[in-house]
């Protein structure tokens, strides 16, 4: 029995001098390499991936024409309407420059007993596109540029009977800077703040050699595809 207590001693003695020594080697804070788990990598909750080169985005909202025009209308006003816009953009590089084309539209109206008028413009342009394409972030802007054609027409109508049907055929200026709220891959919402000059003639006046000049600037809301 005397034997076996001291075998059971013995052991015991062993395994606490064994112990000390090891922590002596190696203290708490300088463990063997091997024999410390790795650190987990930080990964950015936002989605990261590269976006499609090619868009086509649909916006609506409201337009305000600057340009000098006859008003005082009891109902309506020619100068105040609805604009919409329907575009394709293609990325190039990396540095998001590329091309894209632009319709543009606009439709305001007045009135006034049994007359009213209508004023709608039309604009079709190519142009420069420069936008930021950060994946790192669902926040995107840019800007977009172009020069093309410009198409104002305007309908006067009294007693349901049309007095005054005119088309004029121009050239404008258009620039835009746009903000991009993207949802996913594919999907985005954008908003814009935009503006369309036009240069054309009015031939049913008098003074039809004179040019005349509509400037409206738009704020318009809508979705973005890409592809």
Known sequence: MNKLSSS???ITLSAIAANTLHAQEYPTNQLP????????EY???????????????????YSLIVSSMEGGWPSGNPKQGLDWQV??????????????ILYSGYHSSYSESSYSGHITLHYLA????????????????GFRGGLGLFTWVEREVAMSHLLVSE??????VNYMLFLDLRLDRDWSII???????????????ADADDLSRVTRISLNLGLKFRF
């Open 8 to 10: 059971l001693l013995a």
């Open 33 to 40: 390499a091997d024999s410390i788990p790795p650190a987990t």
């Open 43 to 61: 990964t950015n909750p936002s989605p990261s991936y590269e976006l499609p080169k090619n868009s086509f985005y649909a916006t609506g909202g």
């Open 87 to 100: 575009g394709f953009d293609h990325i190039l590089n990396e540095k998001g420059i590329g091309w894209g």
């Open 126 to 141: 190519p142009q420069i596109v420069c936008q930021t394409l950060r994946t790192d972030s669902r926040w995107n802007f």
């Open 167 to 172: 088309r004029s055929l121009g050239f404008g």
């Open 191 to 205: 908003a814009d703040l935009s503006g369309v000059s036009g240069l054309f003639k009015q031939n049913s006046y």
